[in-house]
């Protein structure tokens, strides 16, 4: 009798919880795990080790949450972050499975639409292409300051010129005295009357065509080896980037949480809070490309339109999402989000520049 007696003394312990209320559903608790919802006590502030551990033990098991908190994730910006931060982990759907998840649907579109070879040859298509070529030639005479001089020394020609009327204004070095004869609005080469150093014709880099017409010549780029370099490792960034898209894309989550973190330093939150809100808000970055990509295959909407819906949409929930989770004033929100968006660009900035530096690393190893 006097053991069965310490044996409901031990059981009615419950000083080894976190809490006394359930942070999900405010039951009482019985024990570990909340009889109402299910809900484990653990701390309401987990440690990055068992944030992750959690990910993994559910990573597998799949059910009406995900789709619920899928959402509300797109309808309402920062309610996600509130109540995972507030001890809701049962009502939702952990925020790195449905990163994960969400990324795993983009990358899947992405290479079965597209594809990595598909991408790497559309680069020397582009090379290809009248419209580019033009402006990729003058780009690498611009950036070789000796071949800027002997064109600044060289007699000037007027000719009449078949090539993007864009470049007109883009390398004013190079051309000058510009008359529009005929612009076809980017669906074929343009036509266009303007000064040229000679040393261009003389290098053969523009060509008459049996009309009279000046144009880009392609033949000298199999000798050119600075154009040849930066093709090669233009294809090379496109590789890189193909193949470790998904990690790359995941770091840029930690990298948010360290721009908010030093946003807002003056705040005494747990660094791991402002992790769960950049799984948030890139979990939903997800959801736009995978959008700005369906749009994109189907309907086929200017670029330039996709990238501005893209960038305009993702600083709004970005604003929004400030706003509720961190509960400053409207005006101190959105300048704290332009802030850590300013920041966040910084760092894609440099992991692009570290792409670029493997990728000419990578160049420079196969030439040899």
């Not at 009449?160 to 005929?182: C, F, G, M, Q």
């Not at 010549?217 to 090379?236: C, F, H, R, V």
């Not at 792409?355 to 160049?363: T, W």
Request: glycine share 2%; proline share 3%; charged share 20%.
């Amino acid at each position: 009798m006097k053991k069965h007696k310490n044996k409901k003394k031990i059981t009615d312990d419950l000083s080894y919880l976190p809490y006394k209320d359930c942070l999900n559903c405010g039951t009482e608790l019985k024990g570990m795990f909340c009889h109402r919802c299910g809900q484990k006590a653990v701390d309401k502030t987990p440690t990055v080790g068992s944030f992750i551990f959690e990910y993994f033990d559910h990573a597998v098991k799949w059910d009406h949450k995900f789709f619920s908190t899928f959402g509300t994730l797109i309808r309402r910006p920062g309610h996600l972050t509130n109540e995972y931060n507030a001890g809701k982990f049962t009502s939702q759907e952990h925020p790195l499975k449905l990163n994960m998840f969400l990324l795993f649907v983009f990358i899947t579109l992405f290479l079965f639409f597209s594809g990595t070879e598909k991408v790497t040859n559309s680069v020397q298509s582009m090379v290809e292409d009248d419209q580019v070529f033009s402006a990729l030639q003058l780009q690498m005479l611009e950036n070789d300051q000796q071949y800027v001089q002997k064109m600044q020394d060289s007699a000037k020609d007027t000719v009449l010129l078949l090539a993007p009327l864009h470049l007109a204004d883009n390398y004013p070095k190079i051309i000058s005295n510009i008359k529009t004869i005929e612009n076809t609005n980017g669906e074929a080469l343009d036509k266009w009357v303007a000064v040229l150093p000679q040393v261009l014709i003389e290098d053969k880099i523009v060509v008459p065509d049996d009309s009279g017409n000046y144009y880009f010549s392609k033949e000298n780029i199999a000798d050119n080896s600075d154009l040849n370099l930066t093709i090669t490792i233009w294809e090379k960034m496109v590789n890189i980037t193909s193949h470790y898209f998904p990690i790359l894309f995941l770091l840029t989550a930690p990298f948010l949480s360290f721009s908010i973190q030093l946003v807002q330093r003056k705040k005494k939150i747990p660094g791991i809070n402002h992790f769960i809100f950049a799984l948030h808000y890139t979990a939903f970055l997800e959801f736009l490309m995978i959008v700005v990509f369906i749009l994109h295959l189907t309907i086929n909407p200017s670029m330039l339109l996709l990238k501005y819906v893209l960038q305009i949409a993702s600083s709004i929930y970005l604003a929004i999402a400030y706003h509720r989770v961190y509960a400053s004033t409207w005006v101190k929100d959105i300048l704290k989000s332009i802030l850590t968006n300013f920041i966040y660009t910084i760092i894609l900035i440099l992991i692009f520049i570290a792409i670029f530096i493997a990728a000419c690393i990578v160049a420079a190893c196969d030439v040899s």
